[in-house]
């Protein structure tokens, strides 16, 4: 993701990542858009996880503000950023993205 989101002239954010799903919201694994780490380093997915891929990035530098709400995210140069979501189930057979059926 990272690769493709630098092709085109943007950044991935770091300070925000996708996220496992489970009896809450948040949960690990963190799903980065962004490589941190080698890739042997990072955690491997196995059947029956349910992950949210975020692909968050933006046209400036990747720096964030967080609002005085606590929640409302901003850059901090005040360039624009977007993010793409989708929820994915590992199944046996394979990925299931479950934000298209």
Known sequence: ???EIKKHGFYPIQALVGHGIGR???EPPAIPCFLG???KATEELKEGMVI???VIYARGK???VVADDGWTVETADGQLAALFEDTVAVTKR???VLTKI
Request: hydrophobic share 40%; aromatic share 0%.
């Open 1 to 3: 993701m990272e690769k």
């Open 24 to 26: 809450k919201l948040h």
């Open 37 to 39: 780490d080698q890739i």
């Open 52 to 54: 949210a891929i975020e």
């Open 62 to 64: 990747p720096e964030v």
């Open 94 to 96: 394979g990925p299931l």
